[in-house]
């Protein structure tokens, strides 16, 4: 399960339809059906509908400003080089965008992800960094792993490890680049499983940090993360990827990948959108008002963040998480 999973989404969206079904703009053959409209689309109008659906989120939430710098951050999957090609052509020509590449040095995985991410930057003549774990952090996740294994600690999961050392880096490098946003390719069904998995877990403070906006409020020194897609579900982006030709990479999943945790809320829900049609969409509503809600009534005054007594990067503690994992790592 996993990486074969939006194939496999995408394909229902075609299940539905019988012969004879029209688009519901243009009278032409439908070729997706999206149930929870319930509607039917030719290639052409959905391509328009993705399209439409990710500038309305921009502008409902104020994701973009002209003039800003954008920086993407690429992994080489279909949400992120999805991202990086409408903000292209939708902001190309008001904002600088650079793309941001890490290597987490997962061999036979990231660098082919990457390999076909820079092929797609040079097409779009996207500038691009490329940054590593190697020498960002003088280790990568393959030897990460092997040492964690030989070690009793407790390190929580490897995802948990790559993700927090990623996210140090995208926030280092949006500020050394001088971005303005840091833009993410995560989508609805990845926000739905954070919030459904934090509401499970009882923790409020990360519940509430998802959403098109990243956190609870903008904190000095912290890049604002932004998910323009995140109004989009996962089989979509994937239909519109193989639509409007992004090639992407989509090869075995990550030897390191334990989100099994994950993969039942992501599971849950698709079984709750295939019983009750627009499941999600209700969903993820009813979190924008409450979280909205919660916000205006000042119950969530976000959290307060100091500097890194070692990388300088913010933390709520003195030594942040990334330095925290890495010194015990190098010990
Ligand atoms: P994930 O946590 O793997 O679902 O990734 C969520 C988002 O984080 C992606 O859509 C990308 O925008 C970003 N991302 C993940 N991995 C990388 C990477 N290796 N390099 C750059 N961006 C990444
Ligand atoms: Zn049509
Ligand atoms: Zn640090």
């Not at 939708?90 to 390999?115: C, H, M, P, V, W």
């Not at 300088?312 to 003195?318: D, L, Q, W």
Request: charged share 30%; proline share 4%.
């Amino acid at each position: 399960m996993g990486c074969e999973m939006p194939f496999i989404m995408a394909k229902n969206l075609k299940c539905g339809l019988k012969k004879g079904d029209k688009c519901i703009k243009c009278n032409k053959p439908a070729s997706v059906y999206l149930p929870y409209g319930p509607q039917k689309f030719c290639d052409k109008h959905f391509i328009q509908l993705i399209e439409k659906r990710f500038r309305k989120t921009i502008r409902k939430y104020s994701l973009i400003r002209k003039g800003e710098h954008l920086l993407v951050a690429v992994s080489g999957g279909k949400d992120s080089l999805t991202a990086l090609y409408l903000t292209k052509k939708y902001f190309g020509k008001q904002n600088k965008i650079t793309a941001l590449l890490i290597d987490e040095g997962i061999s036979g995985y990231r660098d082919k992800a990457l390999k076909i991410a820079m092929k797609n930057c040079k097409k779009w003549r996207i500038p691009y960094k490329h940054v590593s774990f190697k020498t960002e952090f003088g280790i990568g996740m393959s030897h990460i792993s092997k040492k964690i294994s030989k070690t009793k600690k407790n390190f929580g999961s490897m995802c948990s490890f790559c993700g927090t050392m990623r996210r140090t880096l995208m926030n280092r490098y949006a500020k050394k680049l001088s971005a303005d946003k840091l833009i993410t390719g995560h989508n609805l069904d990845d926000e739905l499983q954070s919030i459904l998995m934090n509401a499970c877990d009882n923790d409020i403070a990360r519940f509430f940090r998802s959403g098109p906006l990243a956190g609870v409020k903008q904190i000095p020194d912290l890049v604002q993360r932004v998910k323009p897609l995140c109004e989009i579900p996962e089989a979509e982006i994937f239909l519109y990827a193989n639509y409007v030709g992004i090639e992407h990479y989509s090869g075995s999943c990550c030897p390191f990948r334990a989100k099994a945790k994950r993969n039942i809320y992501r599971k849950i829900l698709n079984e709750l959108e295939e019983h009750y049609p627009g499941t999600k969409y209700s969903l993820w509503n009813f979190y924008i008002q409450l979280r909205v809600k919660f916000i205006s009534l000042k119950i969530l005054s976000g959290i307060e963040l100091n500097k890194c007594k070692k990388c300088g990067e913010p933390s709520t503690k003195e030594i942040c998480d990334t330095c925290k994992k890495l010194s015990i790592l190098k010990n």
